[in-house]
């Protein structure tokens, strides 16, 4: 039996948790710790969540502090406003883990540096395409890596980047706009002079967080961008669109799920925009969707990086 992706298997839990089956969902958290050993910091969180849910919160305290015992620690943010642990916020014990997860973070963020994982066409990065992806906030470059690298045997490179902000113990957001914007122009350019992609042929894209920010630089014109492709993009306001250099017009894919209310309607309210200002772009709502890569995305990454370029519309 083939083993499912990471996005799989965290649509499979999602769904369970949505519906409300909290014990089925802790039974997927298992599966995940055998197949994605590295994600294991994700872990003692999800389960801490689920198990309060369940309404075991002694346990979900400790499956907190066992995993900071282990060296893993999480967003204070998610912590405190999280109505999963909305049993836990009030107690002494999380107000523990919730002050050591404070001075972690402040801690990393003091050494955090930006980050890329480069992946190489068959044939190698002379001339090719390049397809420059960013993660979520509270993701990192690896999280979805399989699902993007499908790009590679289209004959595009694949350069998964990972911003300095810190949120975790494993994770980093693109909360400060200016910031994001110099790292990942800087982290470009050195790819390009490093490795001699076509400059011509370059994609952003990215999931939430990261989809947003890949609109909003392909718009920028920072440097030339062929186009961009959001998943679920998450804060872009369109005054941002609309203060956009003139003439500058990326052609765009946007693709949201149904069920994730709050960035489909942004996703929609962007398509609009586009198709009022006349801009190429394609743009797919999925029915039952949550706030994750649609389930055919590695079948279809090559068909919209080609509509992206041009070559299919």
Not at 81 to 106: G, I, Y
Not at 196 to 225: C, H, K, M, Y
Not at 293 to 309: H, K, R, S, T
Request: charged share 20%; net charge negative; aromatic share 10%.
């Amino acid at each position: 039996m083939e083993k499912p992706t990471y996005s799989q298997l965290r649509m499979q839990m999602f769904a369970a948790w949505s519906a409300g089956d909290y014990a089925a969902a802790l039974s997927t958290v298992d599966d995940f710790a055998a197949a994605f050993p590295e994600q294991s910091w994700q872990y003692p969180f999800w389960r801490a969540c689920l198990l309060a849910r369940l309404g075991r919160p002694a346990d979900a305290l400790t499956e907190l502090e066992a995993g900071l015992a282990t060296g893993y620690w999480w967003a204070p943010a998610r912590l405190r406003s999280d109505e999963d642990l909305a049993l836990l916020q009030d107690q002494p014990r999380f107000q523990a883990v919730l002050a050591l997860c404070e001075q972690k973070l402040q801690a990393a963020n003091a050494q955090s540096r930006p980050e890329c994982d480069l992946h190489l066409p068959p044939a190698g990065a002379e001339g090719a395409p390049l397809l420059v992806v960013l993660h979520g906030w509270g993701g990192n470059r690896k999280m979805y890596a399989p699902e993007w690298s499908a790009a590679l045997k289209a004959g595009w490179g694949v350069a998964m980047l990972q911003s300095s902000q810190v949120t975790s113990c494993a994770t980093f957001g693109w909360d400060d706009v200016a910031r994001a914007g110099d790292e990942i122009t800087a982290q470009v350019s050195d790819l390009l002079r490093a490795h001699n992609f076509d400059a011509n042929r370059v994609v952003l894209a990215g999931f939430s967080q990261g989809g947003g920010e890949a609109i909003r630089l392909a718009f920028e014109a920072r440097f030339p961008v062929r186009g961009y492709l959001a998943v679920a993009p998450a804060r872009l306001d369109m005054k941002e669109l609309e203060d956009s250099p003139r003439g500058v017009a990326p052609r765009g894919v946007l693709l949201a799920g149904e069920a994730d209310q709050r960035w489909a309607d942004l996703a929609e309210q962007t398509a609009d925009w586009l198709a009022a200002h006349r801009l190429p772009h394609w743009f797919s709502l999925y029915p039952g969707l949550g706030h994750d890569l649609p389930p055919d995305f590695m079948d279809e990454l090559p068909g919209w990086l080609a509509f992206i370029e041009g070559e299919a519309d």
